[in-house]
């Protein structure tokens, strides 16, 4: 990155673009650098190396703001004053004088997979689809797909700091298809993180192999699930579909500053059960939504939404914080230079009660226990949540019972995380790439074994 900026009077761009005025001005300065492979009937369909280097430039004068990128150097003059031509508020005279922020690194990396041959990877996805293949003669397409990137980014903001990050990640994913007559199902396995190759060591491909199989063969061989009102437990296995979907989104400031959250005009009050407690924690090391600095070049940051049910704060960026009057949580971020900061979840929490999980599932006579959750989509304004359920159970006497399928929850976010009580002290993490504006982010969810004492089963 070093070599990449050397040469670039980030001073001087800063103050160019704000020759018209502007509260402030940003350069957004990323380097990338990845491997991507697919491999799917039998063979390696995708091997793809990857290096990109590029530079956003935002100035930003109340709630609106101008932005412009390129990938030549050559051009910032150019798109200092692109973004200046934008805004037209009396001349910025003041000197710009940048501070580096102190390092701070959010990956935990043994192995650099830049260090490791492609021969390698490609034995780590051969095993992988090899295992899949042999599990049953009803496997019709298996699909493993391996990814890691070494993304460098610098930001600069004429408030007078700059920022440097280092964001190393993996991620490895099993999809497996079953058929019988006229039944599909799939099965399908993510692991990663801000993490170095050994994960997959730690994780053996042929493991997250079978746990994609598995889950799928369960299924396809599985009763249809029943529907009606009855309780369900998520397991903490579950992934943090939940949280993400039923109140994350809806805590996002963008959203909630203008109205479109059903948690908007909240702060201070109850908006879930005195069980329930909500953090956004962008500083776990490890995790795949952790950076040391988001994307404006704020402090990553634990941030409490809601303790014992009490919303207390919402996911604020730059200009969101300063429009709506909320402190500045660090959760701005971006795709790429491509594209200008919204606010967006990191990792995202339903913090551990006190609860034995066993003695949880004890409390259902009949119900459903929802091992793995699959997609799921949420109206922000109303808080109505669709949920999909990848691996399901009947509850029967208080244990785990015969598989279901076909299986969704459909609730109200509010409503449901205001009746759940029973809050297990377990703690399970999901992974993925939230999608938003266009926009996708990695994150991960976590969430205990909870008990919904009533949901409707679609």
């Excluded at 599985?222 to 989104?249: C, D, F, Q």
């Excluded at 407690?277 to 990553?300: F, H, K, Q």
């Excluded at 207390?312 to 960026?317: F, G, I, L, Q, W």
Aim: hydrophobic share 40%; aromatic share 6%; net charge negative.
């Amino acid at each position: 990155m070093e070599a990449g900026i050397r040469g670039i009077n980030l001073e001087r761009l800063l103050k160019k673009a704000l020759v018209h005025g502007g509260d402030f001005s940003e350069l957004y300065i990323e380097h990338k650098k990845g491997t991507s492979i697919v491999s799917e009937a039998h063979k390696i369909e995708k091997f793809i190396a990857t290096e990109e280097f590029g530079v956003g430039l935002r100035v930003v004068i109340g709630e609106r703001s101008a932005y412009a990128y390129t990938n030549d150097l050559s051009t910032l003059d150019d798109l200092a004053a692109t973004v200046a031509s934008a805004i037209r508020s009396g001349r910025f005279t003041a000197d710009i004088s940048l501070e580096t922020r102190p390092r701070r690194s959010m990956v935990c990396a043994g192995t650099d997979p830049r260090l490791v041959d492609s021969e390698k990877k490609i034995e780590m996805i051969t095993r992988a689809e090899k295992t899949a293949w042999a599990q049953d003669a009803s496997v019709v397409q298996v699909k493993v797909m391996y990814g890691d990137g070494s993304r460098q980014v610098v930001i600069a903001n004429s408030n007078g700091f700059i920022a440097e990050d280092n964001r190393d990640s993996i991620i490895f994913v099993v999809q497996g298809v079953v058929a019988k007559d006229s039944l599909m199902e799939t099965g399908y396995e993510p692991v990663g993180g801000a993490r170095g190759f050994e994960l997959l060591e730690k994780d053996p491909p042929e493991q997250i192999a079978l746990r994609a199989l598995s889950r799928a063969l369960r299924t396809l061989h599985a009763r249809r699930a029943p529907g009606g009102t009855m309780p369900v437990v998520l397991s903490s296995e579950a992934g943090g579909t939940m949280v993400h979907e039923a109140i994350g989104h809806g805590l996002e400031a963008d959203l909630a500053g203008e109205g479109l959250s059903v948690y908007s005009g909240q702060i201070g009050k109850q908006v879930a059960s005195p069980a329930i407690t909500v953090v956004d924690d962008g500083t776990i090391a490890g995790l795949r939504g952790s950076m040391g600095y988001d994307d404006e070049g704020n402090p990553t940051a634990r941030t409490l939404l809601v303790d014992k049910g009490i919303l207390k704060a919402y996911m604020t960026d730059l200009i969101t914080s300063a429009k709506f009057d909320l402190p500045l949580s660090g959760n701005g971020r971006r795709e790429s230079y491509r594209h200008r900061p919204i606010p967006r979840m990191t990792n995202t929490l339903i913090l551990p009660g006190t609860m034995d999980p066993a003695e949880i599932l004890a409390k259902v006579d009949r119900g459903i226990f929802v091992k793995k959750m699959g997609g799921g989509q949420v109206n922000t304004v109303n808080g109505d949540f669709v949920f999909n359920v990848a691996e399901g159970y009947l509850i029967e006497h208080g244990a785990v019972g015969e598989p279901i399928r076909g299986a969704t929850l459909i609730g109200n976010g509010p409503k449901i995380l205001s009746s759940i009580e029973c809050v297990g002290s377990d703690l399970g993490y999901g992974i993925g790439t939230c999608g938003k504006d266009g926009q996708g982010a990695p994150v991960a969810d976590a969430q205990p074994t909870l008990l919904i004492p009533e949901i409707t089963i679609g």
